[in-house]
């Protein structure tokens, strides 16, 4: 069975302060995706990697696919409160890339 | 262009009820998603389907919960007889066309079982 595991699970960090979350997956797959979920609000799609060693940033935060370690990070610099949010990664499913399968999230808490 | 639109986007019902949620992709879409997120969990696959058919409903239960998505209109999840675990935040996304292709979604309907 494809599972994806995130951690930390929760995150509480200073503004300015650099941290990176880890997601981990337990199949072949060649493409991640990062999404961002604020308090009863919809996902939102923040980074498509779609090879090995792929690499994308985006204002503060920079995502990073490594297919052979089955591992994708998701870099904060210099956190602001506006992070603040739950962050997923999501893999396409294991025999048919019909379902994408999530990991448990990372709720992110930027103190001022 | 209009996103994924879901209606309502909160539902309270009481046990023994019907659910009825609608989903209406993104112009152009003819893939639907379906998925469930149990309160502080990620999102758990229900159900995918193009027009008029279901092509993989292996994370959906076997009893109570339908799925359909027609020629005509939105895509519609059904819980029948629903009970107090029902109770979640049921996302629709949609593709322009299925395999691993990104998808987006919808803002959500909040099932409240009382």
């Known amino acids: 069975e494809l599972k994806v595991e995130q951690n930390p699970l929760f995150l509480s960090m200073q503004e300015g302060k650099n941290y990176t979350i880890y997601c981990n997956y337990s199949?072949?797959?060649?493409?991640l995706y990062w999404y961002r979920q604020d308090p009863g609000k919809s996902l939102e799609s923040l980074f498509v990697l779609l090879s090995n060693g792929a690499v994308k940033q985006e204002g503060r935060l920079m995502a990073s696919l490594d297919t052979k370690a089955r591992l994708s990070t998701l870099h904060i610099t210099a956190a602001v409160h506006d992070l603040s949010a739950t962050y997923f990664c999501a893999v396409p499913g294991l025999y048919n890339n019909n379902d994408m399968r999530f990991g448990a999230g990372t709720r992110l808490t930027v103190k001022p | 262009n209009a996103g994924v639109m879901q209606n309502p986007r909160h539902l309270v019902r009481r046990r023994g009820q019907e659910a009825r949620l609608r989903c209406s992709p993104m112009?152009?879409?003819?893939?639907v998603y379906w998925y469930r997120q149990l309160p502080e969990e990620g999102l758990k696959f229900m159900v995918y389907l193009q027009k008029e058919n279901i092509i993989d409903e292996s994370g959906m239960p076997k009893e109570r919960f339908s799925a359909e998505f027609p020629k005509e209109g939105p895509s519609i999840l059904r819980i029948q007889q629903v009970v107090r675990g029902d109770s979640a935040a049921y996302f629709c996304?949609?593709?322009?066309?299925?395999?691993?292709?990104?998808?987006?979604f919808g803002p959500g309907t909040r099932l409240t079982v009382t």
């Open positions: 199949t072949t797959s060649d493409r």
């Open positions: 112009k152009g879409h003819s893939h």
């Open positions: 996304a949609s593709s322009p066309r299925g395999g691993d292709y990104e998808q987006y």
